[in-house]
């Protein structure tokens, strides 16, 4: 079955001449844009040859793709459309790309440009490189998504897209942390263990007493483990941090009211509630108006 080719599509508050520019040039390009970490314009002997440049991306521990590139820019004076066309590839087999083919078009519209994209690969490897696209081209649809959200952003707003990438990633290092806590506090200590703590505590809350208790513990783990599922899947995030600014004092002095000599512990439920509280507050602020590769429309249903 043939692969579908890459489609992103943004509205921008800008002129096209400002979304060309941001696109164009390789220094802004390198910012906003995550499938790059470089890309470097080789000279022209003349304005009518193809733009060549060479590109690199770095994916971690010093491991990179370098590729190269050729683009042709032209502009359509009936309606002020522009397009740039691309062909790109690598040779380094470490990529699953070999070679491909694209554009990028800025179209002019009442509330400034819609810039959108549309591109192919071919992949290499064979069936078991099909077999990886399904995996790889989702990805590189995503990146291209996010990227064109950052760039929307930093026209718009004024962000630059290292401080957008930045919070982004706060943001999923602080979802995977509470995922974690949630998951691990309802599992390990309710669930498997049934610490008698736990059903202390509940005990002197409650009016439960024997197996009741007991069985108001599993509850209570299993309610914090569907929770966890709730940071990983629940896309407002913003919420689920409001959700915990309140309900962290809340499980402090609950604590504190069952078990006073808990406060005396080292690694205590206070010190603990406390500094997921203040992650709370901090994720709260940092993930206001992230961007998401969810703003653009990825299915073309015209055609160019």
Known sequence: MQAKPIYVEIPIQATIDEVWEMTQNPELHEQWDLRFSSITYLPKNSNNEPQSFLYETKLGC?????????????????????TSSLHFGTDQKISPISEGKGYWQYIPTNKGTKFLTQYDYDVRFGSFGRILDLVFRPV??????????????????????????????????????????????????????????????????????GTAVIKGVGIIGILEVLFAGVWVLYRKKRHLHALQIIAFPILTISVLIASPSLSLHPFNPVTLN???????????????????????????????
């Not at 491991?63 to 050729?70: D, E, I, S, T």
């Not at 997921?276 to 160019?304: E, H, M, N, Q, Y």
């Open 274 to 304: 406390a500094s997921l509280w203040i992650l709370s507050i901090i994720g709260f602020l940092i993930s206001r108006d992230l961007p998401s590769a969810t703003s653009c429309k990825r299915t073309r249903k015209d055609v160019t």
């Open 140 to 209: 590189m649809g995503w990146a291209t998504a996010l990227s064109f959200d950052v760039l929307k952003r930093w026209i718009e707003k004024g962000e630059l897209p290292r401080i957008q990438y930045i919070r982004l990633f706060m943001n999923v290092i602080v979802t995977m942390l509470f995922f974690f806590v949630w998951l691990y506090h309802g599992l390990v200590p309710k669930i498997i263990i049934k610490s008698p703590e736990e059903v202390s505590m509940l005990s002197s809350l409650t009016s439960l007493e």
């Open 62 to 82: 010093g491991v990179k793709v370098a590729g190269w590139g050729k683009s042709i820019g032209m502009h359509s004076k009936k309606d002020g459309t522009k």
